[in-house]
């Protein structure tokens, strides 16, 4: 059987994103994604999608209503406070950018795709190039494939087709979150809910910070946001299953300062998962075209989580999308090149804010977050 003239590499945003607007397209392409099935736990929590580019690419695949009916516009708002529980700052009433848990994002996405255009329980171990140079696509299935004529790798953060295009690898920022849940059954969540309400709430001090948000059930997840070295929660130091000890760890080595509503959050802290943010460097950003083969989302452009991560991903997918459909399947390289040399000051831009925000978020000084923070609004 003949393959299929696009292969995308991963099913996250960025991936089902261009699936989908392919499809609307009439292009043929196929998504391998390394998760069993469409039911595999998936993490992660809520994102904000912004007009310009998140929204955008829904609404030219046509998913804009179906959208709407799981964003949620109440929770724009933005909370600034010490570690003593001082609020510092208060905005983002109205702002367009709705918040959508991961998970209903990605289901809105997979309903759009024919089930037979993800083939799941593909993870690709390696991507080489053939005897004519183009993408060689091994899974740890130990499915082979070649013949595409496309191929994007969609595959976040750790992707295994970026070493074809270039030697970069993600460097660790010196920054972990470590995720906890409070979901509805826990003692705190009544008293959660009633101080954090709607949105985000983000208390920044000494180098550290912890951010409660609400999500689409009205659980609660908190990031508390840690200067540690990469292997932290690896290194057997830490044993996040020991949830007791962990919490421990926190109240005594980072937070003991903090006020008494900061500590209950970690006393009740469930449900723990590391997140070590990782970066690229714009330096990797000056890869040269390789025929057959490109990147999009993380894969592209990882960078410090900024708030732009999956907008900028969507991004990508529409500006390679409508590429592709401008030159033809006959013309891919030309598709290529032009969406690259478009998205490559973008991937710059955002490791770059990458880079203020972690600054921004893990300041000593509440008061320099809000000086920017307020210089962000005033330029709005
Ligand atoms: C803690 C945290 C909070 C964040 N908060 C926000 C936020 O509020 N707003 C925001 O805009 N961004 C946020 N981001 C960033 C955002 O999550 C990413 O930028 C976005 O998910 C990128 O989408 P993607 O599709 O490129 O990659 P991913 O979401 O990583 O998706 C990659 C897909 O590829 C699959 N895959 C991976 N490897 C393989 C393989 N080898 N073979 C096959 N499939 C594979 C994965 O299973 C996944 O489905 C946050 C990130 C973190 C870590």
Known sequence: MAAPTIAIIGGGPCGLTLARLLECKGIDYVVYERDESENSNRVGGSLDIHPETGQHALREGGLFDEFKKYARYDDTVFALADKLGERLLQLGQGRDAPEIDRSDLRQILLDAIPKDKIKWGHALTSATAGEDNRPVLQFANGVVLSGFKLVVGADGAWSKVRPMITQATPQYSGKSFLESKIGHENPLYET?????????????????????????????????????????????????????????????????????????????????????????????????????????????????????????????????????????????????????????????????????????????????????????????
């Not at 490109?294 to 390679?320: F, P, Q, R, Y």
């Not at 040399?341 to 000084?365: H, L, Q, W, Y």
């Open 192 to 380: 959660t809910a009633s101080k954090a309400g709607a949105g985000i709430s983000l208390s920044i001090d000494s180098g550290k910070l912890i951010v409660t948000q609400r999500q689409g059930d009205g659980s609660y997840r908190n990031y508390f946001g840690l200067q540690v070295p990469e292997d932290f929660f690896r290194n057997g130091t830490v044993d996040l299953q020991d949830v007791e000890a962990t919490r421990r760890l926190l109240l005594t080595d980072f937070y003991a300062d903090w006020s008494e509503e900061y500590k209950d959050l970690i006393r009740h802290a469930t449900d723990l998962r590391a997140w070590p943010l990782y970066t690229l460097s714009t330096e990797d950003m000056d890869w040269k075209s390789v025929p057959g083969l490109t990147l999009v989302g993380d894969a592209a452009h990882l960078s410090i989580t900024n708030g732009e991560g999956v907008n900028l991903a969507m991004t990508d997918s529409l500006k390679l999308a409508s590429k592709i459909a401008e030159h033809g399947t006959e013309n891919f390289d030309q598709a290529v090149q032009e969406y690259e040399a478009d998205m490559f000051p973008r991937g710059i831009a955002t490791i770059n804010k990458g880079k203020v925000m972690a600054n921004v978020m893990f300041s000593e000084d509440p008061q320099a977050s809000l000086q920017l923070m307020n210089s962000w609004e005033a330029a709005e």
